[in-house]
């Protein structure tokens, strides 16, 4: 392939990934099931279910990413995408709305590997792979500012109308949708092939390549463990923070608001990540982002001070936006390229597996009781769990630069 043409992707993944992070209910999706009269537990088994589809489906579209094209897998995403959106918007009854953020997991899962594979195969086909954590924090840090700008006209639009929201999100698919046709699929690179040769396994045998790369890299476990575990944590204490703040009388547009401000301070550590690892290393930004993750927590937890607790959401996205792009670096420099989206899936789906214990839990204590007591009650039995992990990835995860050896010859 002409390296001159399949340059032309890298810009194209920074209008993608702008595109695609302009998520107008990204701060305000509790508060719309909210609005259409779902309990808190209700709301977490929707989440539940949400990230079960995710659970099931993240290895299969990983496969259809790494079987059919990274490029295939992105452009049914934004046309489920389109369907989800309109269930969403004309949706009149609760079984319509669930089936519409349901398809919204499956267009996650056709995303969530291909996505990064395409990014990190396109820049090993240009020699230039030594160059994805720099990228990689550079779009994570647009996918941030992105979302700010987001959160904030979602939360001014739902004040107006969940109408407006809700089309918003089906013209940016259309939109995001052109810009994918515009992406050309690099190949497979050549070391991942015996004789040169593309591989392409059917499914059964993708899955015992699966557990081979698995059971002989333990780097690749003890990091996507850590990932899972704290991730799953992060993303549900954002999610409930909406209701925390509602309930100390903040409107929707300042939490709106407040989750821009927090992505904003999100994409600025995000995009220093790669700088700040040069110094401080790969055991140094385990331990920042970890052990400052489970100060904020605790602090978020037991604090009914608006200040406090605002602070402390400010400052797990300082924890989680350093090391997210990172550990996506560390996850592709462990992956041979015919199994690349599909570990990053199963990546995803440790991710997802968490997502559906936490929420779930959470959702139900809160109703049972409150959701601050039902957040100091989880961290007692996460925080131990979260220490082991740690130090699984700690010992192992760090030790491991690229293995190169797990490539067949």
Sequence with gaps: ??????????????????????????GIWMLFLLSRDFTLAEIALIESAYHGVIFILEVPTGYIADRFGKRTSLLLAQLIGLVSGSFLLWGDNGITIVIGFLLGALVGTLQSGATSAMIYETLLQLGKEIAFKKHNSMLTALMLVTMSLSGLTGGVLSDISWGW???GKI??????????????????HQESSAKGKTVAFPFFRQMIEIYRFMSMNAAFVTL???????????WSLTFFSQVV??????????????????????????AIAFIGER???????LLVSGSGFVVCLFTFSISGNPIVLISAFFLVSVCISYI??????YLNELIPSHLRATMLSVFGMMVSSGMMITFTIIGFLADATSLPNALQKWIIFWIPLFAVVFFAAFRRGVLVQRQRSNRPE
Excluded: C
């Excluded at 390296?3 to 209910?25: A, E, G, M, T, W």
């Excluded at 013209?171 to 497979?188: Q, S």
């Excluded at 996507?224 to 992060?234: D, E, T």
């Excluded at 989750?259 to 995000?270: D, L, S, V, Y």
């Design 245 to 270: 703040f509602q309930l100390i009388g903040l409107s929707n547009s300042t939490i709106g608001l407040l989750n821009g401000i927090e992505t904003w301070i999100g994409a600025g550590f995000a």
């Design 224 to 234: 996507s463990l850590y990932g899972a575990v704290l991730f799953s944590m992060a």
């Design 171 to 188: 013209m940016l698919h259309v939109i995001t949708l052109m810009v994918v046709l515009l992406l050309i699929e690099p190949h497979i």
């Design 1 to 26: 392939m002409n390296s001159q043409k399949l340059v032309r992707n890298i810009p194209l993944f920074y209008i993608y990934q702008s595109l695609n992070s302009f998520i107008l209910d990204r």
């Design 165 to 167: 929201v809700y089309g």
């Design 324 to 329: 997210e792009p990172l550990l996506e670096a």
């Design 279 to 285: 110094y401080i290393g790969k055991r140094g930004s």
